[in-house]
């Protein structure tokens, strides 16, 4: 109990002394009491008990974890207060590898110290004041420098394997510190004053003589030739040319900012020459289409410089040539130095590789088309006929061009005598022949079957026919263009067409004029790509076909399309099409008796057409940025014509050998060149080698 008691309340029991005296002698006790303050002295205690003996010091519930064990020797000489006593019990808990972990309910929990940054430690700001052996987490935001860099070095100062932990989130650039208070706070002195050695402010720089970006070129050119491997990475400034406002923009630290924008200075100088002469070689655009637009520019800067002469130190006449060099695709201008760099800025935005599209179109249609025709034609020589232009030929038609078919009998032979008495034999004429060519005009309309019944003074005709039409057309013509640049496609032929004729004087030297149409599959389209992905196409898509002749001339069947869409990369719209469906039914009969049933079909004639037609027409723009994607799209292309032509040879043919089907060779985009010399002289040899090694093993066997 010794070792209990000497940890007791000192300072209580003498001020309550102090008090009961008062009383007893009449005075009056004083209005204010002194800090209780305590001493501790502790001599190879059990940890248990010295934690259990502090918890009811300071009021607090412990709970002590079991794997807390040992034995604590320790004194302090002075009186201590409460926050210098709980100070004092945390101390000793972080020597004996021990940590306390205050809890919200007035609870504290003895721990070892390696799982106190585990547990529910309190999370502290800026504004605490935490201090000492307590077990705190602090959240440090970083802004001049990378937290993954300087995470390692603080690792180092925090003590890993016990309490302390230090964690970097990258993607907002924090730090995440765990220990006790005075290691934490300590780290945070650290980080602000490397923070603050890391910061970098920006310069802009604006030129009057020189362009920016031939500046900023000739400083990273002389920074690579003079920097050292080992110069840190805040000490190398960083430099940006503004093409726009020809500035120069530099960022790091001020001695380094410092020394480039003097460097910056000296060569930012007026020359001495009024004009030079420069060469552009472009890449992708024309040299003679620009030229224009130069022009037009160094117009439009002429004139803006003229409306400020007043301010313009530099009023003198410019003299400036813009010229083209279609052979080598460049552009030759003299002009003034700052001339030379807004022209140059213009050149550099417009010299750039345009995208292209790939535009993809399917045609489906699909025809449908059934008919039926069944009637019976009368025919009597006194009482007339019933015919019905339902069926392919009247009955009238077939009378008319049997009647001509007929041949017509010769006059018989006869003698003759005459007053003389001369006898003259005539012989027999022979028949002669009908003419057959209205009967092969009527039969050749009929279709179907067509029976034809004559006897005695009656005829008739029964006409019977079906038809069945099915026909499926699909087409994907494809088509790739510029940006912005219109691109036709057309499948076809070329048909003529009568536009007109004329006739001479008595039919003389008549001649006529004919023009040629165009009749096919046809594909007219303009793309514009957006910004995104999106692409603005303007588009005529045409069908047509040659559906027959007329009483004039030909009729043509033409199918057009004529839009502006607006579509994604890679997806599929439908431009337009058409649902048709017809069914007609024609029916001609005898009045009364057509009305009868079943006899009355012999007295009529019924014809039924149903026609279905179903035609679509879809797209699909695909955009190409750049030579890979272009050289995927046509080995695709490829290779499909090739299984083409694969299966084609697969299948074979029925009366010519399979041998001479031509296949394309196997896709390959490298550029293949041929031998040199020398490779061509060792191939040969190694071939040699061959040969003989193969004769040499054929003479063994």
Known sequence: ?????????????????????????GLTAPTTVQATQISANFKNTEITEFINTVGKNLQKTMIVDPNVRGKVNVRSYDLLTEEQYYQFFLNVLEVYGFAAVQMDNNVIKIIREKNAKTSAIPVVGDNDTHSGDEMVTRIVEVKNVTVRELVPLLRQLSDQAGSGNVTNYDPANVIMLTGSAAVVNRLVKIIERV???????????????????EMVRIIEAMNKSTGKAGTPTFLIPKIVADDRTNSVIVSGELQARERIAKLVKRLDSELESNGNTRVYYLKYAKAEDLVDVLKGVSESIEAEEKAGQANNRRSQQRNISIDAHEDTNSIVITAQPDMLRSLEAVIRQLDVRRAQVLVEAIIVEVFEGDGASLGVQWYHEEAGLTQFTNGSATISQVGAAALAARSTPGQRGSTVVSENGQTT??????????????????????????????????GAIIQAVSNDTNSNILATPSITTLDNEEASFLVGQEIPILTGSTAGANNTNPFQTVDRQEVGIKLK??????????????????VSSVSGATGVDISINKREITTTVLADDGATVILGGLIDE??????????LLGDIPVLGHLFSSTSNTVRKRN???????????DGETMNRETEKKYNYIRAKEILRKEQGLSLVSDEHLPILPEWNDQLALPPSFEEYQKQQAEKSEQDKSSQHKSHKE
């Open 615 to 625: 035609l679509m027409v879809f797209l699909r723009p695909t955009i190409i940025r």
């Open 425 to 458: 034999v005539n012989p027999d004429q022979p028949d002669v022949d009908g003419d057959f060519t209205l009967l092969a005009q009527v039969l050749g309309q009929v279709s179907g079957m067509t029976i034809g019944v004559a006897r005695d003074n009656w």
């Open 582 to 591: 017809d069914v007609q039914e024609s029916k001609q009969k005898v009045p």
């Open 525 to 542: 389209v303009t793309p514009q790509v957006n910004e995104g992905t999106g692409v603005q196409l303007t588009i005529e898509q045409e």
């Open 195 to 213: 923070d603050r050695a890391g910061d970098q402010d920006v310069q802009i720089i604006r030129l009057q003589y020189a362009s920016a970006g």
């Open 1 to 25: 109990m010794r070792q209990l008691f000497s940890a007791t309340r000192i300072k209580p029991l003498l001020v309550s002394s102090a008090i009961a005296l008062s009383l007893a002698a």
